[in-house]
């Protein structure tokens, strides 16, 4: 019974993504499964739709956006995180839990509302349709995830250890580099890793700040459905799935890296 | 508190409150003196853990002076002052190897790798890890990593290292042979000591003084031996060793010795501060300079009590009597009357002399 209930529950969440990987294979230009397909016929099933998008120049593109706007909102998610969990952990810190809950404001405001507000600030600055501006803002939504992870880590911290190294002679950014930072670099990438997925298939920052040059993966796979439907569209989708595992594993290997340590 | 010869770590007045209304640091006055190995000793919770942070700039004294070698430290940075310091847990970097850990405070000295090699050889020496250079500290035994710490307090050759419980997780025999260990290296060393622990007979194996600690005040500082025959107060008499205390007014004042009443008796005792006719004090006998008086008159101060109890310990007696309204007296007999000499019930004619019974000001509650 459990078991049945559980299985349901895994199909409902699972199927509509796992259905996707194999009508990207389709021979045809379709969305459905041709009969072929399900006579598992060889011929149903061709790598057409990966070799366009290889050879699409706007593919392409978009990926490099995609990966030049994630790696540098991760770095700057990254630094802010951690510094920001790096004092929060401090016991001179007053009034914890307020600011911590303004920083991991932007993970529960609805992003339609963030991306509103980027929108409307980063204009006035100048930075609406640029890589700096989606940059900025992609880090804003980053950076929580990287607090969270980097202040779990934190949890399990000795303070004597800050405290011998200062007694040993160490300024605190030696004691940064060479004794925090190694005990909490594994809460530091999973949350870098976080940040990177969140820019990685974020759109509605970009739909409203990014302009023709800023078009990510996500931002082209908007647009690829609703011009021209192509099956294309699954073969990124499929990408995606499997770069998503890929993050998923190294996040989980990474716990299990950091819990063995203590 | 004199203005020593060479007073090396002086507290002078220091008062501390974390939270701006109880003082868990009530005006402390202490120095201690260049090589010497001082022990902070004191129930939990009594400030000394307060104490050693003060000293090494981890917290900021609400009043008073701190110096260090004549210098007031409250501007110095803890990294600055130059003081090694063992923790209660070690505080062993968990991701470094045992070499790495000692190595750490010379690279940050800019010490080339050659001469801090051999630092770290001599150092490891010294705490008897020759050859442990490479392993983790998850890698050793709690003994040997408190011998890594303490190699990595002393490798950068501070003039001061303090240690805050450092025995406190080892069992006995090992604290035991690591208290005999610290001890010769202090010595080896010529180093200041200043060390915290709650065991007063560590305390007393370990330390040139004691300071005992009492409610965030020094109750005395003085040499153990000092302490256990000429305790100044209660809590100092009945913290280290054990002793029978009797409350009684002074009737009468003569030189050193006064008498006091206790019940319908009159007791002569060794006046330890200046006291007048009438005042209270705590009379402190030790069980073990209580003799059992065969004949009358063979000491200053003479009772017959009844016994309610009596324990054989091997080598002594455990003799407990009702002292007036005292029912916990207790009279330690060294075993040469033999097994069976005292018994519960029986009727005893115990006694002392007048320099064995101090009279002290009664604690202030
Ligand atoms: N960081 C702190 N904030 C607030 N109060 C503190 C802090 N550290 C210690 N205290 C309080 O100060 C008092 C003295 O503490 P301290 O740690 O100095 O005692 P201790 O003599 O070292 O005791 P123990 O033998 O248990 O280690 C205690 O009542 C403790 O609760
Ligand atoms: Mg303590």
Sequence with gaps: MHVAFCAAVLVFLIAPILVVVPLSFNAEPYFTFTEGMLRLDADAYSLRWYASIVEDEAWLRALVNSLVIGVSATAVATVLGTLAALGLASP?????PLVMGLLISPMVTPVIISAAGFFFFYSSLGLAQTHLGLILAHAALGTPFVVITVTATLAGFDVNLTRAAASLGAGP????????????????????????????????????MGGIDQRTIPRQMWSGIREQISPAILAVATFLIAFALLLMGVVEWLRRRGSQAD | MNAGISAYVEFEGVHKSYDGETEVVRDLHLSVQEGEFLTLLGPSGSGKTTCLMMLAGFEAPTRGA?????????????????????????????????????????????MDKGD????????????????????????????????????????????????????????????????????????????????????????????????????????????PEVLYEEPERPFVATFIGDNNLLRGAIVDIDG???????????????????????DTVVLAVRPERIGLAGEPGTYRNEFVVPVSDVIF??????????MGERVDFVVKIPNIVGHGAVLPGDRVRIGWTATDCRALVPDED
């Design chain 1, 92 to 96: 001179a810190m007053p009034g914890r």
């Design chain 1, 173 to 208: 950014w030696r004691t940064f580099r060479r004794v925090q930072l190694p005990l909490i670099a594994p809460g530091v990438l999973s949350g870098a890793l976080f940040a990177f997925a969140t820019s990685f298939d974020e759109v509605v920052a970009v739909l409203f």
């Design chain 2, 66 to 110: 701190i110096r260090l070698g004549g210098r007031t430290i409250h501007d110095v940075p803890p990294r600055q002052r130059n003081i090694g310091m063992v923790f209660q847990n070690y505080a062993l970097f968990p991701h470094l190897t045992v070499g790495e850990n000692l190595k750490f405070p010379l690279e940050v000295r800019g």
């Design chain 2, 116 to 223: 801090a090699d051999e630092r770290v050889r001599d150092a490891l020496r010294l705490v008897r890890l020759e050859g442990f250079e490479g392993r983790r500290p998850g890698e050793l035994s709690g003994g040997q990593q408190q011998r890594v710490a303490i190699a990595r307090a002393l490798v950068f050759e501070p003039r001061l290292v303090l240690m805050d419980e450092p025995l406190g997780a080892l069992d006995r025999r090992l604290r035991e042979e690591m208290q005999f260990e610290i001890r010769r290296i202090q010595r080896t060393l010529g180093v200041t000591v200043i060390y915290v622990t709650h065991d007063q007979q560590e305390a007393m194996v370990m330390s040139d003084r004691v300071a005992v600690f009492n409610r965030g005040r020094i109750e005395q500082v003085a040499a």
């Design chain 2, 256 to 278: 050193d010795f006064c008498q006091v009443a206790f019940g319908e008796h009159t007791i002569t005792a060794f006046l330890v501060s200046a006291r007048s006719v009438g």
């Design chain 2, 313 to 322: 310990l091997g080598d002594h007696l455990l003799v407990r009597a009702t």
